[in-house]
Structure formats: C-alpha cells, structure tokens
C-alpha cells in the first residue's frame, strides 16, 4: 500500500510557536509542502482565537493558498462555529478532536469526552452532507501529562463511536510523546481486531525519542500505512506540558524509504519549504541534507 502523509506543519507546528509567522508566509509555506509529494496538509484550525491565537487567520490563509489537485487541504473544527467558518473557504476534509483522557479533553476543548462525541455526530453528519471528508482525532491516546497511562480499551470504545458516526478515519496522537513501540504494539492489536487499516492513522511526537521506532512497529508488523508528521519536526500542544514536536516529515520519509516502503515525497522541497518560515529544523535529515 502507498504510504499516506498528512503534513501536520502549518497547524500542529505553528499552533506551538512563539514567533509571529505572518499570513504570507503560511500560504507560501503551503504552497511549497503542496508540491512535495505529500498527500494531506493540515492548514490550520478553526477554534477559538483566545485559545490559539497562532491560528486565527485560518480562513485568509484557505482562501489565498494555491490548491493542488492531488492533495487534500484539512482543518480542525471543534464546534459548529468552527465548522460553519470551514464551510465558508470550503475546505476539503474536516478534522473533530477528542483525547481518550478527560483531564486533558477539559482542558484543550472545555467538554467532556461525551460532550465532545455528541458535538462531533452533528459535525460528522453535516460535513458528510456537504460532501467533505472527515477525520477524528483521539489525543492523549496512549498517555496523558495528567492522568498517565491510558487504558487501550478506552481508546477503542471511543475509536468505535466516532466510527459509528461515519468519520472516514480515526487519528490516534501520542500528544506527549511517550508511547514505546510496545505501547503502540497493545494499542494497535486491540484495535485492529475491529477496525480497517485505512481507518487508522497515526500520529507521533517524538518527546522520548520513540516515535521513529513506533513507526516501524506500526508498519512492519500491522501494515499501517497513513501518518502525521511536521516538516522540520515543528509541532507540539499548548495545553499538554512538556510536549515536542512532531516526527519530521524529511526523517519519516527518509526511514520509510530505507526500509522499502512506496512513498512518493520529495524530502528536499520539505526541507526547502521549512525554509520560508525561518524556523530551525529539529530533524535529523535537515543536518545531513548534503550527504544525501
Ligand atoms: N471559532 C472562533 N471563535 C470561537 C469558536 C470557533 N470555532 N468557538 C468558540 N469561539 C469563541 C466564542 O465566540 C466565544 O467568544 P467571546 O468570548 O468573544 O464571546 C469564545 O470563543 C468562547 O466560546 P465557548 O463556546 O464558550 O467556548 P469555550 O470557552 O468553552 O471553548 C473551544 C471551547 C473548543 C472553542 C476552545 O476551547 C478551543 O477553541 N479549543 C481549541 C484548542 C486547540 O486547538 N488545541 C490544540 C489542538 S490539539
Ligand atoms: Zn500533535
């Protein structure tokens, strides 16, 4: 199965970053991971500007990017405000997100894990009559900053839910970072008793520096094909402590096609787009870019 990326950058990296990146050089950043190769990229998100004021020009970043056929421009949405002004700049696939623990999902969205699932059936049933695709978020999904480890069967009952609801696929974030490959291991042989493979998505932040061998376990040994990651490693949750970036889009790519995979993204030009924003790249192959 050809590999599916979902560059997380423009949202999951610059919803963390201190610097003011100006509008211009969100659409020029996008504009440039859309000739990479990738498949997906997560624009931006529509919530609440107080929460992520990083992100409040969603819309005026939607409206001037230049759309490439061959990719899918998605958001986050986490109420129907959010998704009536994703609407508006018509955008491609719409992303709901949850965490499989309470603590947190108080926290990040203000509703409980319930609250939330009964927004998103609306949210999912409305996008699905615009003829949007959709995708579901399951944060926090393997450990949590405050409630630890997260049971395995948590995260399938809520998996199952959002699936019921009829969200194309199900993203499961290791928010902090924390998860071992045998974690990812336990996650995925609970869940994949149930659910496809091209439901399931996975999404790692490499704080403990696991996320590169959760990645292998995940593709070696169940065949898991769909990931996030960020180029140049940007990345991270305001709301979650201690939490660091994504796995890099170029150090992703790069593995995956040591070990045989069929993945089609051009690791220089995300090098390159990381480029316009003057941010320091955390990946391992930005260091090397000369010896490849
Ligand atoms: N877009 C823009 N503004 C929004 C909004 C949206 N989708 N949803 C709510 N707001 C505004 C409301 O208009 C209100 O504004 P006001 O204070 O000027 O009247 C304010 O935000 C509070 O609205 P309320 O509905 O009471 O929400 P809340 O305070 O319970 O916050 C969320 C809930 C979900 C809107 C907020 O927690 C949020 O945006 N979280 C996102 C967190 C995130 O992106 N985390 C990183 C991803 S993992
Ligand atoms: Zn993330």
Redesign the pocket.
């Known amino acids: 199965m050809k590999i599916y990326i979902t560059e997380v950058g423009p949202r999951d990296g610059l919803?963390n970053i201190k610097e003011i990146i100006s509008t211009e050089k969100k659409i020029e950043f996008i504009n440039k991971l859309s000739e990479s190769g990738v498949d997906e990229i997560e624009v931006s998100?529509?919530?609440?500007?107080?929460?992520?004021p990083q992100l409040s020009d969603a819309e005026e970043v939607f409206r001037n990017i230049n759309r490439n056929k061959n990719v899918i421009y998605s958001a986050?949405?986490?109420?129907e405000?959010?998704l009536e002004?994703a609407l508006s700049v018509n955008v491609d696939k719409i992303s709901v997100?949850t965490s499989a623990s309470e603590t947190f999902n108080l926290k990040?969205?203000?509703?409980t894990i319930e609250e939330s699932l009964n927004k998103f059936k609306n949210i999912i049933k409305i996008s699905k009559e615009h003829k949007k695709l959709t995708r579901a978020?399951i944060?926090t999904a393997f450990y949590c900053p405050y409630e630890g480890k997260i049971e395995e069967k948590k995260v399938f009952q809520i998996a199952l839910k959002l699936l019921e609801f009829g969200v194309d696929e199900i993203s499961i974030g290791d928010?902090i970072g924390k998860a071992s490959p045998d974690d990812v291991r336990n996650l995925l042989s609970v869940l994949l008793k149930e659910i496809s493979i091209e439901k399931i998505v996975l999404h790692f932040h490499v704080t403990y520096g696991m996320a590169m061998a959760n990645v292998y376990v995940a593709y070696k040994e169940f065949s898991i094909y769909k990931f996030d990651s960020s180029a140049g490693g940007l990345g991270g949750?305001?709301?979650a402590v201690g939490a660091r970036g994504n796995i890099a889009t170029e150090d992703l790519v790069y593995m995956l096609k040591r070990i045989g995979a069929n993945v089609n993204v051009d690791i220089l030009k995300i090098v390159s787009a990381l480029d316009i924003l003057g941010i320091e790249s955390q990946s391992y192959i930005s260091k090397v870019i000369n010896l490849l």
């Open positions: 919803q998100s529509f919530v609440s500007p107080k929460a992520i986050l949405v986490p109420n405000k959010g002004r997100f990040n969205i203000n509703m978020y944060s928010t949750c305001p709301f």
